[in-house]
């Protein structure tokens, strides 16, 4: 490890360091714009300049790897003469657009500019303009503001795996394009990021606010499973943006598109007074109390067989464990938290988690994709995938569908046969899983969510074990899954009890007349119309907070809180507990979702036993004690898991049909309408209530 002095302080760092990073933990703060800790080394700005002994002129630190002896110094007239003069160049066809600038209070431009840069500038040409850039929906350009720092170009190319944006021509002339078309990767909202300076910005959130304006919350985000940390920052009730927070684990410092841009549809088509069908078939606003006396007066004699509860994607651990208590007290064991249908066993930690964890995608040497496209499912998964695969020495077979997953794989096959030759060791990638250290599968809802999913599930437990997945200190088999619910649900049992039905039950029991109630809290994926019609099927209670298909077919509507509006706890598909933050207030009379079940619990005469969000919390404790331990995974045992059975030869496809419509929310969404129109998805909702 090199030994070097940096203002006449000695320290010692690691092989391969650079300057600049050597300055930093030094505690010396060296000003940048083109470097990045998390993209390549440019060296194009040149604002990190330090002077270095017996260098003839100062050096650009960031470019510079760490050498034994070396003396910087990071505070002369010489460094300090080198920055202006760069950031004078900068500044020389920079326009003074400050007060109209979306990156204003933001801008690292204005921060250096402030501290390292001249008071005055020498030079009187005409500033050069550059035409702006079509970049798709999501991303605003003002090119004149450009100083070629290529981030933009770097995170495309090494992160995003979309080679879509670069520079073209030379000197002067010299500009940043996509050649006029739409940035297709899950992740462009990052370049947002990463740009140093006001030349691209978010169009969705042109001009709408100050960053000084706006309260700042952290929060997780639930628009999949992967429970990326976030920023919420609100101005009054409404959301305004959706910002990237740092953690390693798990998004590093990315989040995806519907994650930062989906928030638009929090303000559009809410629910916000309870409804009730009247006579005529109409939904009317009504009281609280008047809801409540309605369900009160239908489950009035009704055995607890005769009615069930699904809990959907977006749901919070506190509604379902409440929901789960309270219809466990009205005698019904008819739960489930699997809208899908997925076939996953719930009695085994261990066969429902990414076990791996997403950060131990990098321990790994080899994996097999199983009826997933992580592109679309976990984009942050995705991310990590092409992370490791850069780094060499990681082969990637998929079965299942065949996409562009920005790294090379091998394909095995489509579906089930080929997933079964896998099993018995046939075929050349079987031999890589072999001779892999640390080999990995990831099992995606594709190969679950179906009738033989539980012998699909069972097959993948066989490969994880005789390819030796299972050993030691690593756990290489993995479910990615596409529900921020779907995890706590599991943990929590919200699965069918003692000769309780599941989604496909109560759905058959609906429509043969078995089933006389459905609670649905926030559930909008499935089929609908087995619910039957208004008046004729069973009654419906739909409680959530969008105008989505499961309110169409309520006969009550109660309305709830959307992730930004309480103080909830999510469980990523890790298994990592996480709390999100009250960022905003739900509209009208919409209440969060387990105060409503507290409340509804006294009028049918079953009083829920905790009367505050610690005593509910307490509960979830007492129900698994993984939710004690916050922010930590806790390794699962290994245990049997699946049911073996034959296998149908139908192909793995994967449940998103539209990576930007995959729930109320988004769907809801002026900005994700646009990128579905964008990218050619068609937003074509089927009777199911889904996108297809």
Request: glycine fraction near 10%; hydrophobic fraction near 40%.
């Given at each position: 490890?090199?030994?070097?002095?940096?203002?006449?302080?000695?320290?010692?760092?690691?092989?391969?360091?650079?300057?600049?990073?050597?300055?930093?933990?030094?505690?010396?703060?060296?000003?940048?714009?083109?470097?990045?800790d998390?993209?390549?080394?440019?060296?194009?700005?040149?604002?990190?300049?330090?002077?270095m002994?017996?260098?003839?002129?100062?050096?650009?630190?960031?470019?510079?790897?760490?050498?034994?002896g070396?003396?910087?110094?990071?505070?002369?007239?010489?460094?300090?003469?080198?920055?202006?003069?760069?950031?004078?160049?900068?500044?020389?066809?920079?326009?003074l657009?400050?007060?109209?600038?979306?990156q204003?209070?933001?801008?690292?431009?204005?921060?250096?500019?402030?501290?390292?840069?001249?008071?005055?500038?020498?030079?009187?040409?005409?500033?050069?303009?550059?035409?702006e850039?079509?970049?798709?929906?999501?991303?605003?350009?003002?090119?004149?503001r450009?100083?070629?720092?290529?981030?933009?170009?770097?995170?495309?190319?090494?992160?995003?795996?979309?080679?879509?944006?670069?520079?073209?021509?030379?000197?002067?002339?010299?500009?940043?394009?996509?050649?006029?078309?739409?940035?297709?990767s899950?992740?462009?909202?990052?370049m947002v990021?990463v740009?140093?300076?006001?030349?691209?910005?978010?169009?969705?959130?042109?001009?709408?606010?100050?960053?000084?304006?706006?309260?700042?919350?952290?929060s997780?985000?639930?628009?999949?499973?992967?429970?990326?940390?976030v920023?919420?920052?609100?101005?009054?009730?409404e959301?305004?943006?959706?910002?990237?927070?740092?953690?390693?684990?798990i998004?590093?410092?990315?989040?995806?598109?519907?994650?930062?841009?989906?928030?638009?549809?929090?303000?559009?088509?809410?629910?916000?007074?309870?409804?009730?069908?009247?006579t005529?078939?109409?939904?009317e606003?009504?009281?609280?109390?008047?809801?409540?006396?309605?369900?009160?007066?239908?489950?009035?004699?009704?055995?607890?067989?005769?009615?069930?509860a699904?809990?959907?994607?977006?749901?919070?651990?506190?509604?379902?464990?409440?929901?789960?208590?309270?219809?466990?007290?009205?005698?019904?064991?008819?739960?489930?938290c699997?809208?899908?249908?997925?076939?996953?066993?719930?009695?085994?930690?261990a066969?429902y988690?990414?076990?791996?964890?997403?950060?131990?995608?990098?321990?790994?040497?080899?994996?097999?994709?199983?009826?997933?496209?992580?592109?679309?499912?976990?984009?942050l998964?995705?991310?990590?995938?092409?992370?490791?695969?850069?780094?060499?020495?990681?082969?990637?077979?998929?079965?299942?569908?065949?996409?562009?997953?920005?790294?090379?794989?091998?394909?095995?096959?489509?579906?089930?046969?080929?997933?079964?030759?896998?099993?018995?060791?046939?075929?050349?990638?079987?031999?890589v899983?072999?001779?892999?250290?640390?080999?990995?599968?990831?099992l995606?809802?594709g190969?679950?969510?179906?009738?033989?999913?539980?012998?699909?599930?069972?097959a993948?437990?066989?490969?994880a074990?005789?390819?030796?997945?299972?050993?030691g200190?690593?756990?290489?088999?993995n479910?990615?899954?596409?529900?921020?619910?779907?995890?706590?649900?599991?943990?929590?049992?919200?699965?069918?009890?003692?000769?309780?039905?599941?989604?496909?039950?109560?759905?058959?029991?609906?429509?043969?007349?078995?089933?006389?109630?459905?609670?649905?809290?926030?559930?909008?994926?499935?089929?609908?119309?087995?619910?039957?019609?208004?008046?004729?099927?069973?009654?419906?209670?739909?409680?959530?907070?969008?105008?989505?298909?499961?309110?169409?077919?309520?006969?009550?509507?109660?309305?709830?809180a959307?992730?930004?509006?309480?103080?909830?706890?999510y469980?990523?598909?890790e298994?990592?507990v996480?709390l999100?933050?009250?960022?905003?207030?739900?509209?009208?009379?919409?209440?969060?979702?387990?105060?409503?079940?507290?409340?509804?619990?006294?009028?049918?005469?079953?009083?829920?036993?905790?009367?505050?969000?610690?005593e509910?919390?307490?509960?979830?404790?007492?129900a698994?004690?993984?939710?004690?331990?916050?922010?930590?995974?806790?390794?699962?045992?290994?245990?049997?898991?699946?049911k073996?059975?034959a296998?149908t030869?139908?192909?793995f496809?994967?449940?998103?049909?539209?990576?930007?419509?995959?729930?109320?929310?988004?769907?809801?969404?002026?900005?994700?309408?646009?990128?579905?129109?964008?990218?050619?998805?068609?937003a074509?909702?089927?009777?199911?209530?889904?996108?297809?």
């Amino acid at each position: 490890m090199p030994k070097l002095t940096i203002d006449g302080k000695e320290i010692e760092v690691a092989d391969g360091m650079t300057v600049l990073q050597a300055c930093e933990l030094a505690g010396v703060e060296i000003p940048r714009f083109c470097y990045h800790d998390r993209l390549s080394v440019a060296g194009n700005c040149r604002m990190c300049l330090v002077e270095m002994e017996r260098a003839p002129k100062p050096i650009a630190s960031c470019a510079m790897p760490v050498g034994e002896g070396m003396v910087i110094k990071t505070d002369t007239e010489k460094v300090t003469k080198a920055r202006q003069g760069v950031m004078e160049f900068l500044l020389i066809n920079h326009p003074l657009d400050c007060p109209i600038c979306d990156q204003g209070g933001e801008c690292d431009l204005q921060d250096q500019a402030m501290a390292y840069g001249f008071d005055r500038s020498r030079y009187q040409e005409n500033k050069r303009a550059v035409t702006e850039k079509y970049m798709g929906p999501l991303i605003k350009t003002i090119m004149t503001r450009c100083i070629q720092c290529t981030r933009c170009v770097r995170f495309a190319t090494e992160i995003a795996g979309v080679e879509e944006i670069g520079l073209v021509n030379r000197g002067e002339h010299a500009e940043i394009t996509t050649l006029e078309q739409a940035v297709g990767s899950e992740l462009s909202g990052n370049m947002v990021d990463v740009c140093p300076v006001g030349a691209l910005t978010s169009k969705p959130y042109a001009f709408m606010a100050r960053p000084w304006e706006l309260r700042k919350t952290d929060s997780i985000d639930v628009m999949d499973a992967v429970g990326s940390n976030v920023r919420i920052d609100t101005r009054g009730r409404e959301v305004m943006r959706v910002l990237p927070r740092l953690h390693e684990d798990i998004n590093e410092e990315w989040i995806s598109d519907k994650t930062r841009h989906a928030c638009d549809g929090l303000a559009r088509q809410r629910l916000d007074q309870p409804y009730l069908r009247n006579t005529e078939g109409r939904l009317e606003a009504v009281s609280w109390a008047e809801a409540f006396k309605a369900i009160a007066a239908r489950f009035q004699g009704l055995g607890g067989d005769r009615m069930a509860a699904i809990a959907g994607d977006l749901c919070d651990a506190e509604s379902m464990m409440a929901l789960k208590d309270l219809m466990t007290g009205l005698g019904s064991e008819n739960l489930d938290c699997r809208q899908d249908g997925a076939r996953i066993d719930a009695s085994s930690r261990a066969g429902y988690l990414f076990n791996s964890t997403i950060a131990g995608i990098e321990q790994a040497d080899a994996v097999l994709l199983i009826g997933t496209n992580p592109r679309w499912e976990g984009a942050l998964v995705n991310a990590r995938l092409r992370k490791r695969a850069l780094m060499g020495g990681f082969a990637v077979g998929l079965i299942g569908q065949q996409v562009d997953l920005t790294y090379p794989y091998d394909y095995l096959g489509a579906g089930p046969e080929s997933l079964t030759e896998i099993a018995e060791g046939r075929g050349a990638f079987a031999e890589v899983l072999e001779k892999a250290e640390r080999p990995m599968l990831i099992l995606g809802m594709g190969a679950l969510a179906r009738a033989d999913g539980a012998a699909v599930l069972a097959a993948a437990r066989k490969v994880a074990e005789r390819f030796g997945m299972v050993a030691g200190d690593w756990n290489g088999f993995n479910v990615l899954h596409t529900a921020a619910s779907r995890v706590a649900g599991l943990d929590l049992g919200f699965v069918p009890g003692a000769g309780g039905r599941d989604v496909e039950g109560i759905l058959q029991g609906a429509e043969e007349g078995a089933i006389e109630a459905v609670f649905l809290l926030g559930a909008d994926e499935f089929d609908m119309s087995r619910l039957g019609q208004p008046g004729q099927g069973p009654f419906v209670i739909y409680q959530g907070h969008h105008g989505d298909a499961g309110a169409h077919r309520a006969d009550v509507i109660l309305p709830g809180a959307a992730y930004p509006e309480k103080n909830a706890t999510y469980v990523n598909t890790e298994g990592r507990v996480q709390l999100a933050r009250l960022a905003s207030f739900p509209p009208g009379e919409a209440r969060e979702d387990w105060t409503i079940l507290r409340a509804l619990s006294e009028a049918l005469g079953k009083r829920l036993p905790y009367d505050n969000l610690g005593e509910l919390r307490q509960r979830l404790i007492e129900a698994n004690p993984v939710f004690a331990a916050v922010d930590q995974v806790e390794p699962a045992p290994w245990a049997d898991f699946g049911k073996e059975g034959a296998m149908t030869a139908a192909p793995f496809v994967s449940p998103v049909g539209n990576f930007y419509m995959t729930d109320p929310i988004s769907r809801a969404s002026e900005t994700m309408a646009q990128c579905t129109e964008a990218f050619g998805l068609g937003a074509k909702r089927g009777a199911t209530g889904t996108d297809g």
